[in-house]
């Protein structure tokens, strides 16, 4: 935590309970509470620039230097309870005993002084005038002082004594320090180090353990209460925290555990804002709880319905699937028993076909081997007869017998031809069958794989369709599952709240236990009230002579009902201005926040118009600057007309240096720039929406709780209405009663005449009884008065108690 202040702080201390601080500033010496957020002022003391001040050990003390003279004050009363006045000089240090009872001052005189903190005496000094002190401590038995000076020394003093003195060398000891235990002295000298020296000092040759840390002098150094750690500050603006442990490397022991208080000051409108934020938020708690259980009821419900409906079309969806998929089965196993039919059918038909065929071309085969035989057996005969031709004319018909084989030979060759045309036409007809057979089995096949392509489509997308219901299987069991977590939650949830509710069931036991001993009190007042009517009764039939009270009764009975039926007349006016104020505050709150919302636009528009205001402000600065320097350098350029080279290079120049590419950079970017200002703007525009759409629904929320305690208010006001019109009823059946017991008295009365004597007893006992009934018609007025200020909420509930009656 951390306050800045206007004014320079010199020094400052803290009080033992850790709830209070001193801080000496230029102009005032000031006492402040910590708060736990804060640091605030509570008494202001004059002492300007102070440099030293310290709480006692009991904190009910603390000093403050103010030049030469040191000044003691009560933290308790903020009396000035001592001045100490001695010094000649400047005081630099102070220092409390461990009991408080001393405190030791030193100074730039010299001095060295032990004061009484009960008296205000001083009982012993040390003057060293060579020497101007700087830091001062104390033992913890109170007999012995430890200073530093400018000597270059540390002095142990004891009875107005210097017993030893431990030279330090060419280095200036600035600042001095002692643990609570008396084991360890720290010297903080003025290069910046600290000197860890053992206590009690040695006679002779005292060591010291010597550790840098400072770039500066140091200035000033404290010793935790715990002797725990030790704090030291120095001229170069750093404070350092040292741990204190032993050469074994372990903590200085404590005698004692210390207890650490949790407690923290507070303000008393803070801690009032707290608790009344409490009770807000305990409001807006067990609102938000009763609309969660109604928002958790609802949701249970159409969650279950939406579960239930899901589960229905998935299993609609299934059965209607499984009947396509059996009406698909069937289909495929038709058109596989067709197609087997047809193939059965062709294959058949080929085959007689074939068989046709090969019976027919057998038959042409063996017509044409007979022939063939034939005409081997005639060729066989005549060459049998050429032979003998040939023997009886082998002479003379050689040519003969050659031209004759010459001409069989080309018939042979001839019917060979015939032959062979005759096995080649076979043979294609062969061919010509089998590409037949062919063809047909590749029509077959094509039309059994475009029948397979049809089928595998037809299950390919079939499988699809069972692939994307199961995927929506999936999705919705893994919904099923995420409802299923949330209902489980929300069962937690639920399990909580009635755990609550049984808290709240304990309490309103309680509360019903409460309110039927508080019946059980009414129960007895209502017998003692019944008692005292009965009394009442009693009186009124000794008393005859009550006509003229009753009268008057009467006539005030009728005054309270005409000033009652106004009374009804204004709460109903009253409830209707309510009504019509809460429309008032609805369309006042919408139009505030419409307001705000233009508001919050127009201050964004007026934003964004004076950002481009700058912009351009800044671009016409620049442009006229452009056209400045241009119009400059034309002047150069317009000198070099005569020599066109000249003015060509520095036409260059100038197109160099005023016409640049990163212009359309700029404009580019200066486009972006536009775009990512409008996309801000955007941003932050649906940032303010969604904040106004939960403020308006906040609005909402609360606005419900207004009304439900309103419609509770109502309800009680009702029917405490209707207990009041019952005990008006009551009253008037008594008065009806009362009326009834008159006339039967006036009846008596003028039948029975008595003496005077008895009229004067009857005198008597009419006046005691008008009294008595004045009282009880005083304590009707103030029951009536107290139920029409209960009905209108200008004072609390409160029995009247009825006065004393007369036996």
């Known amino acids: 935590m951390y306050k800045e202040f206007q004014e320079e702080s010199y020094s400052v201390a803290l009080h033992p309970t850790g709830l209070y601080i001193l801080v000496g500033f230029s102009d005032k ?74 405190l030791v001052s030193c100074g730039m005189d010299g001095a060295v002084y032990e004061w009484n903190t009960l008296s205000g005496t001083r009982e012993s000094d040390s003057v060293l005038k060579t020497c101007s002190y700087t830091g001062v401590t104390i033992s913890p038995d109170a007999k012995t002082f430890f200073a530093v000076g400018t000597d270059c020394t540390l002095k142990e003093i004891q009875d107005c004594q210097i017993l030893r003195e431990v ?19 720290f010297v903080g000298t003025s290069t910046g180090t600290v000197r860890a020296i053992k206590y009690p000092l040695p006679i002779k040759n005292a060591s010291w353990l010597e550790y840098q840390a400072h770039a500066g002098p140091v200035t000033k150094m404290i010793i935790t209460f715990d002797d725990q750690f030790l704090l030291t500050v120095s001229e170069d603006g750093c404070l350092f925290i040292w741990k204190i442990i032993d050469k074994e490397g372990q903590g200085l022991k404590r005698e004692k555990e210390l207890i650490y208080t949790e407690e923290i000051l507070v303000t008393k409108s803070d801690l009032e804002e707290k608790n009344k934020m409490i009770l807000d938020l305990n409001t807006t708690v067990d609102a938000l709880q009763e609309d969660n259980k109604y928002q958790l009821s609802l949701k249970e419900m159409t969650y279950k319905e939406k579960i239930n409906e899901l589960n229905e079309k998935c299993l609609q969806q299934i059965r209607s699937l499984n009947t396509e998929k059996e009406v698909l089965k069937t289909e495929k196993e038709k058109q596989q028993a067709a197609h087997l039919k047809a193939l059965s059918e062709i294959l058949e038909k080929h085959d007689k076909e ?111 369709a069972n692939a994307t219901l199961r995927v929506e299987l999936d999705t919705t069991t893994k919904s ?39 019946k059980a009190t009414i129960r007895n007042k209502n ?132 016409v640049q590419p990163s212009d359309m950079v700029e404009k580019v970017s200066v486009h972006t720039d536009l775009q990512r200002e409008n996309s801000r703007l955007r941003e932050h525009y649906e940032k303010i929406v969604t904040t106004m759409k939960k403020q308006i629904s906040r609005d909402a929320n609360v606005f419900q709780a207004n009304n439900t305690k309103l419609m509770k208010d109502n309800v009680v006001l009702m029917k405490e209405i209707n207990d009041l019109r ?17 006339n039967f008295n006036k009846n008596k009365g003028s039948a029975n005449t008595r003496g005077a004597a008895s009229a004067g007893r009857a005198g008597l006992m009419t006046e005691q009884s008008f009294e008595e009934t004045e009282k009880i018609i005083q304590f009707q007025r103030l029951e009536i008065h107290r139920l029409k200020q209960e009905i209108l909420g200008q004072t609390p509930t409160s029995r009247i108690k009825l006065p004393p009656l007369a036996n």
């Open 167 to 185: 030279p330090s060398g060419d280095v200036v000891c600035t600042t001095v320090a002692m643990s609570r235990s008396g084991r360890a002295l």
């Open 527 to 658: 017998g003692i009230m019944q008692d005292k009517e009965k009394s009442i009764y009693d009186l009124n039939k000794k008393s005859g002579t009550l006509n003229k009270a009753l009268e008057t009764l009467k006539h005030r009975v009728g005054f309270m009902e005409e000033e009652i039926a106004p009374k009804d007349n204004q709460i109903e006016e009253l409830k209707e201005q309510i009504q019509e104020m809460e429309g008032e505050l609805k369309e006042f709150h919408k139009t505030n926040t419409e307001l705000e919302l233009k508001i919050d636009e127009l201050n964004l528009k007026l934003k964004t118009k004076d950002k481009e205001l700058h912009k351009e402000m800044k671009k016409v600065q620049d442009f006229g600057v452009l056209v400045q320097r241009f119009k400059a350098d034309l002047h150069t350029c317009v000198e070099c007309i005569q020599d066109p080279k000249r003015l060509k290079d520095n036409i260059r120049e100038l197109y160099k240096c005023y």
């Open 354 to 464: 074939l068989q046709d065929m090969e019976s027919t071309n057998n038959q042409k085969l063996m017509l044409e081997y007979e022939k063939y035989h034939e005409l081997q057996l005639k060729l066989h005969n005549v060459q049998q007869e050429c032979e003998q031709q040939l023997h009886s004319m082998e002479e003379s018909k050689t040519r003969a017998l050659e031209e004759m084989m010459q001409s069989y030979e080309a018939k042979l060759e001839e019917k060979m031809m015939l032959l062979n045309q005759f096995q080649d036409e076979s043979q294609q007809k062969v061919r010509e069958f089998e590409e037949y057979i062919k063809k047909q089995e590749v029509d077959t096949d094509i039309e059994i794989y475009e029948i397979r392509m049809k089928s595998e489509q037809n299950l390919k997308e079939e499988k699809k």
């Open 480 to 518: 099923f599952h995420g409802l299923q977590t949330e209902i489980d939650n929300r069962n937690l949830e639920i399990e909580k709240l009635k755990q609550e509710v049984q808290k709240l069931q304990s309490v309103i036991k309680s509360l019903e236990n409460d309110i039927s001993e508080l």
């Open 726 to 742: 019952q005990e008006l009823r009551t009253v008037r059946t008594q008065l009806h009663n009362y009326e009834k017991q008159t």
């Open 29 to 102: 010496l000031r006492f402040m509470t910590l708060l736990i957020d804060d640091i605030r002022t509570l008494k202001e003391f004059t002492v300007r620039s102070c440099r030293e001040c310290v709480f006692s050990n009991g904190g009910h003390l603390f000093a403050a230097v103010n030049g030469n003279v040191i000044n003691i004050y009560s933290t308790t009363t903020f009396e000035d309870v001592l001045n100490l006045k001695g010094h000649n000089e400047k005081v630099r240090a102070i220092a409390f005993s461990a009991d408080d009872s001393r």
